[in-house]
Structures are given as structure tokens and as C-alpha cells.
């Protein structure tokens, strides 16, 4: 047994990133441990013939709050995407730009058949509400019935724009998801930008990683179970702590306490990578799926954005799918066959790189998850927990909890002493 260490944290993603850096800027000392031989849980990037893949598509908007207090931005060399989306309906590509970032693409965006023009006006008043209010005492509802109900849009702006825009984001496609989160989401989306630093997301969690002093990161540390004041690690070693905390994704957290957490419902997703010799597209934009029909989600040229994820003279494109289909051959043929529709034969030039299929890519967040929330300090018979789960399913969630519960751990050790 060993108590060198007040707190024992175990994983190493970003909510476990946060609690360990608050508690050293508390100082009190934490041991971090992962499974993995590198940090960040489910932000993570992995080099595969040149190539830079993300653990399926992911971004960074740089408006969320603990983002802009726990990185440093210039030093992740940010790169945006253009604001707005390009929308596959009927056959053709049609514009949905931000008019407020973008004035000289507000008659494209005005025109494009997408909804009508009061569809427009009602997106004005949706974004000015949003960005100028930060209420959320108004009753929490499901997204879809946000948008139709209380915004008023029109179902064709619903299905063709926000449907496949969000459903990209929650990873489910009725949008039962809380309105609550969608207003905080839309905020952020017309606050900032969605970016992606040079080196792929896996360089957030190294340079929070690198910033904890010397021997608090312990990687490829498998744990088997833990109490309120241990860890047993699968090699049979027992550490003591003073103050456990599990900063892990639900299924693990509930299996490490050996259920006395309970997991949330998963959202999943499915990313499959290719090797393009050149660019279907030239700007840096995602694609949304109008249409609803067929596999794929939402699309982007990742080497469009930014150009280190991509060897020269080649292209990198990611084609997401929101749920998991059976693990066949045949969904890679289904997305293919699909995008040879909306680009043409170069697709059968395209090489599969990798196809991530992720279970519990984000915690389930359906409309009334915070009307009784979980609060701070977040523990279960002397157990600490955080993540994204107890916040929002974001970066900025994750990081938040993880501040958070460190803070109330750090408080609790004092009264203890």
C-alpha cells in the first residue's frame, strides 16, 4: 500500500487533465493514471501512413468558456473552418453561411432555397437571443420541439439544416436532445470558430498533460476497480489515496466502482477516413446531408482546414455516421456508393484508411438531464467522479467538471485536516 499521493485520479482525458491541474495549482500533489500509452480519453490522434486521425470527427470551438481559461491558442495553431455549412439537397450543393461573419455570402445564403425568408428572420432572432441572453430558467424541451414549437421554423429549414447539422453534433438524429444544450451549442457556434489545431485534437490534451509537474502522469497504468480511498491496478498493486477520483467515460466508470456509479446512455458514431489523390472540394467546409437519405452525416476535406493532417499532394476526407450500423463490409460500400452520387467517379479512387467505430462516443443529454442536476461536490459513497456526463457533452463540459471536482476535493481535504 501506498499513500505518497492525497489524490489518485484515474483517467487521463480531459476531465481528468483539469482535476489533476487544479489540484497542483492548489497544491496538492495527485497521481493521474491511464490505460493508455498517451493522454486525452477520447481526444486522441493517431499517425497512420502520414496522416493525422482523430478519434472521429472532432473540433474545437474556440468560444467555449474553460477552453479559453485552459489553453493556450496561439500555441495549438489553431485553423477554423469557414462559418456555415455546404447542404447536399436535390441533387445539388447549396450555401448556409454565417451572414454575420460572412455579409459578402448573405444574398447566396438568403436565396438558397433552404427555408423561407422568414426562416431567416426567425434565425436572426435566435442568435440574437442566445448571444445576448444566458438565461436558461425557461423550461428545458427536446431541440426539435425547441426549434418547431418555440422558434417557429419551418419543418423544410428543420429537416434540411438543422437536422443534419446537430445530429452531426449530438450523434442522434431526432434531436431529443435538451434545448438547454442546443442554445449553449448555437452560442458558441456564433461566437467563435470551429477549429482544429495543426497537430490534430491529440495536441489539447498533451499540452495539458504538459503542464503537470514531473511523475503525476503515469500512462499505460490499466486499473481494475477502485474505492473511496484506493486503486488496484490489474498487475495486482494496491495504491492509497486520501481522495479517489474517476474521470473516465460512464460504461467505465460504472464497471471500475463495480456499479456504484451508473452510466448514462451512449450516442455513437461511426468515421471512416480516405486517402483522396486530390480534394472533391476546395474550401475549408463541412458538407451536411439535407436529405436524410443514405449512411453519411456530414463530410469534410480535414486537409482543406489543415494541411498537416494530410502527406503532400495528398487529401485527407472524413465522412461521418451518426449510430453504430453492423459491423459489415457493407456500410464502407453504402457511403461510397452514396458519395459517388454527390462527386462522381473520383471516389472509387479514394483508399479507406480507417473506419473508428465508437460505442460511447457522448453521454445521452435528453431534454430535462438538468433539471436535477448532479451538482458539485459530485461524489457517491465517498467516491469523486466527473466528465463530460456531469456537464455538457463537449470539450468545454469535460473540462469544467474536471475543474470543478478538484475544487470540491481540495476543499473537502481541508475540512478533513
Known amino acids: 500500500m501506498s499513500s505518497q499521493h492525497p489524490v489518485i485520479i484515474v483517467g487521463a482525458g480531459l476531465a481528468g487533465l ?5 489540484l497542483h495549482r492548489r497544491n496538492i500533489p495527485c497521481l493521474l493514471l491511464d490505460a493508455h500509452d498517451q493522454p486525452g480519453g477520447r481526444v486522441r490522434t493517431e499517425l497512420v501512413d502520414g496522416f493525422r486521425l482523430d478519434l472521429g470527427f472532432q473540433v474545437l470551438q474556440t468560444a467555449y468558456p474553460e477552453a479559453q481559461q485552459q489553453l493556450d491558442y496561439n500555441a495549438l495553431q489553431l485553423r ?4 456555415g455549412a455546404l447542404i447536399r439537397t436535390g441533387g445539388r450543393f447549396v450555401e448556409m453561411a454565417d451572414p454575420w461573419r460572412r455579409p459578402s455570402r448573405l444574398f447566396a445564403t438568403l436565396f438558397n432555397g433552404i427555408g423561407s425568408f422568414a426562416d431567416r428572420l426567425r434565425l436572426a432572432r435566435l442568435r440574437w437571443t442566445v448571444c445576448t441572453r444566458e438565461d436558461d430558467s425557461q423550461p428545458d424541451s427536446t431541440t426539435a420541439d425547441f426549434l418547431r414549437q418555440t422558434c417557429g421554423f419551418t419543418p423544410d429549414i428543420i429537416q434540411r439544416f438543422f437536422r443534419p447539422w446537430f ?5 442522434e438524429p431526432a434531436l431529443a436532445t435538451s434545448s438547454r444544450y442546443f442554445r449553449f451549442l448555437f452560442r458558441t457556434f456564433a461566437l467563435g470558430d470551429a477549429s482544429l489545431p495543426s497537430a490534430g485534437m491529440g495536441a489539447i490534451p498533451q499540452q495539458l498533460a504538459s503542464t503537470l509537474p514531473a511523475g503525476t502522469l503515469r500512462l499505460s497504468t490499466p486499473v481494475a476497480s477502485v474505492t473511496r ?3 488496484h491496478l490489474t498487475d495486482g498493486q494496491v495504491l492509497s489515496a486520501r481522495a479517489v477520483v474517476l474521470a473516465v467515460d460512464g460504461p467505465s466508470a460504472e464497471r471500475l466502482s463495480q456499479g456504484i456509479l451508473k452510466s448514462p446512455a451512449a450516442c455513437s458514431t461511426v468515421c471512416l477516413y480516405f486517402d483522396a489523390p486530390k480534394p472533391p472540394l476546395t474550401d475549408p467546409i463541412l458538407v451536411l446531408n439535407g436529405d436524410g437519405q443514405g449512411p453519411v452525416n456530414n463530410l469534410c476535406v480535414v486537409s482543406n482546414v489543415v494541411p498537416e493532417y494530410a502527406p503532400p499532394g495528398r487529401s485527407l476526407i472524413s465522412v461521418s455516421v451518426v449510430g453504430l450500423p453492423a459491423a ?11 458519395l459517388t452520387d454527390w462527386f462522381g467517379d473520383q471516389v472509387s479512387s479514394w483508399r479507406l484508411l ?7 462516443a457522448l453521454p445521452a443529454q435528453p431534454a430535462g438531464f438538468r ?8 461524489t457517491v459513497n ?7 456526463y456531469q456537464q455538457t457533452a463537449s470539450i468545454h463540459g469535460a473540462m469544467l467538471s474536471g475543474r470543478r471536482t478538484a475544487t470540491a476535493v481540495a476543499a473537502a481535504l481541508t475540512d478533513t485536516r
Open 371 to 378: 433539471d436535477q442536476p448532479p451538482g458539485h461536490p459530485a
Open 167 to 171: 445530429s452531426g453534433v449530438f450523434l
Open 229 to 231: 480511498d484506493s486503486v
Open 18 to 22: 483539469c482535476c489533476a491541474r487544479e
Open 328 to 338: 459489415t463490409d457493407g456500410l464502407e460500400q453504402s457511403v461510397r456508393s452514396q
Open 354 to 360: 480507417r473506419t473508428h467505430r465508437i460505442p460511447w
Open 382 to 388: 465517498g467516491l469523486w467522479y466527473c466528465g463530460d
Open 80 to 83: 477554423s473552418f469557414f462559418p
